[in-house]
């Protein structure tokens, strides 16, 4: 167990993140960009405006999504590298508890899994989440399509615009802190409960010794008892084995 | 006498085979106490096993009634014999979530409309009730729920916010300088009955009549009681539903909310919801109603497929069918776009004309009395559609087919209850696989032990001793093995969460440059 703890200990599966601030950086210029060529000198949005203004616009928030599509799946790679490199960790950590017939093949697929759908979940987020904040129903960004060109517009569409992006990370970043911590809370639960039954099995089974040890001249009763109540747990092994095998 | 299993011969009343070191079946236990109380459980376990398993909460498919009725069984078998000490909290807790998993499916259908955009009279066409009248859903401001109650009763069900929940919308409020609500919750009074209803647990009342049922409605959801700032989800059960099993007709208080925290409930529901009905009046489209569609695509980015954009009150065109031909045209320039359907053939699916009002015209004819009111606007109502008032009967499933009502449930049902059953189903059996595999592995376990327990039974009293010592060893090792795991699980942790909030705070304090 020695090496296997010590493996464990010095093993840090973090990701780089200079990547997403490069990425970050990326971002904000070609928002920028955009916003100032294509909705900073645009006239205001009249709440009357025709379907044809409205899908003009709409236009422009698919084309910005477009563009920045590119580094936000970076971004999104960049995170999923970091929930894959803690797959590999788990996978190295499981091999050796199952190794130690602590988790069974059974466990360490279960596990697996639940790793891999949490790593899908990132698949899309940002350019999901960025599709809803360049939405027509978001108040913030509806006050500053309805400003008259210039300066100001310029100024309040980069704020929201930084705002934006740096709300959406940092709901990534909640998400991908909270999952991490929760994938090993649920294994070092795992861990405990599977030891758990380890222990009493062992317990049971050291007690059964210790039962027959002291029963004396009742050791044949005694016997019979263990075997009975042995019996039935075999019976019941075997009636689970035909009602899921 | 010879082994049940290779039929090699044994020593009368010996526990195991020497040869193939199963247990002899004939074994007749000596002592008479030992005798009956295993007979009375094998008895018991016997029923367990025979006994057939049927919960009404499985029955809505058969292969996941099959699947929860073994794990349930499974369940029971488990209180036998203390296998319970094999068991372990995440088997535990597997098999009950996926008992979860498998009861009533709910297939959720969210409307998102602005007011007077034909929403009321569509989810009364779609519940078969008239129970969204226009007095009842403008200005909900919570989401109302329609399903089919599961007990045979009429019911209306009320949950309120949270003290927290009110917090943020508050906050919510004051963010978005919303003045007309401020204004309302003042003349209203509503800070001082706030306290009797933050928190408070979920109200059920039964009605007897439709009266009854809207008068519930209304005194929950209305704007002006002061009461319904604080409710947060209005459910209503119909004994008499229209609506396929499992389906909950969910009415939106739409995504215009001048309190931000309201919208966000609504597109968080458009991008949880399995489909999404958007209603938009057939006679113009306008460019806040474009505005409308757009944002309940770029809500839900990667499924466009599940919204269906619903072209309302057909019957208000002069001449429906040719006036709706030209403005579906023009519909279909806006909704081909990548920010919205993104494909002609999809937008041409899911767009769908409809008339509600006609089509409860037509199911309440029996009723209407001739020369009253309903009875003329009846016949004004399907002249429109170029069908002679007298020539009704003679045409009444064309007329049917007009209203797009039929169409709509026909979609919905197909579409999205039978797509959206099947990824259920799919994922209930890859749940079923890994209980399963679980409950085999238990199976296994328990096998093992009671062998060694039944060998060491037949061991003499130099062997139990020895075994006695070995065991006390594994025990040992076992507490060691499990405090150092402990406690490099722990280490990681710490620093699983550190890592996780350093990378918050640098993005958290890129986003204070700014």
Known sequence: ?245 | MNCNTCEKPIIENTLLCPDCNTFNTSYVFTEDSIRIDYSNKMKSLEDVVNQPIDFEDYRWDPVVAEYAGKIEKAKKLLEFGDVETFVTRKLKSDLDNFLDRSKNAEFHIALVGAIKAGKSTLINALLGSDLASTRVTPETASLTKFRKSSNGKDYVKVSFYSKGEWEKLWESVIDSKAKVFLEEYEVLEAEKIKHEWLDRQPFTQACTSLEELKTEIHKWTSSKQATHYFVKEVEVGLAQLELPEGVILVDTPGLDDVVAYRSDITRDYIDRANAVLVCVKSDAMTGPEMATIYSVFANARYNPEKIYVIATQLDTLNHPVRDWEEQRLEWLKYLVDEGAYGSRDLAEKNLIPVSGYLYSLIKSRAEIEENSDQDFDFASTVMKFRIHPNDIEKNIDFLNDLTGIKTLSTKLEKDVISNHKALLIKDIRENYAICQEELLKLADEIEKDQIEIIELTEKGIDEIKERQKEQEMEVEQLAVEKAQLEETLHKIETQAKEEGRKLAMRIRGMGMKS
């Open chain 1, 1 to 245: 167990m020695n090496g296997f703890l010590k493996k464990i200990i010095m093993t840090k599966p973090w990701m780089k993140y200079e990547v997403i601030w490069k990425g970050v950086e990326f971002c904000m210029d070609v928002a920028t960009e955009w916003m100032n060529e294509s909705i900073s000198k645009r006239e205001s949005l009249k709440p009357n405006a025709k379907p044809d203004e409205y899908q003009r616009l709409n236009q422009d928030f698919v084309l910005l999504r477009g563009k920045m599509q590119d580094t936000l799946s970076d971004i999104e790679k960049e995170l999923q590298n970091g929930i894959l490199r803690l797959l590999g960790f788990y996978e190295g950590l499981m091999d050796e508890l199952n190794e130690k017939g602590i988790l069974s093949d059974v466990d360490l697929d279960i596990k697996m899994s639940e790793v891999r759908r949490v790593f899908e979940s990132y698949e899309g987020f940002v350019d999901n989440e960025l599709s809803k904040s360049l939405s027509f129903m978001n108040p913030r960004l509806m006050d500053v399509l309805t400003m008259s060109p210039g300066f100001e517009k310029e100024d309040k569409m980069n704020a929201f615009m930084q705002s934006a992006i740096d709300t959406i990370l940092v709901t990534m970043t909640d998400m991908f802190e909270k999952d991490t911590t929760q994938l090993l809370d649920l294994l070092a639960d795992d861990v405990a409960d599977e030891i758990d039954v380890l222990q009493r099995r062992a317990d049971g089974y050291a007690m059964a010794i210790d039962d027959l040890l002291v029963a004396g001249e009742s050791m044949q009763a005694h016997k019979e008892r263990m075997v009975s109540d042995a019996l039935v747990r075999l019976e019941v092994s075997e009636a689970l084995k035909s009602q899921v095998g």
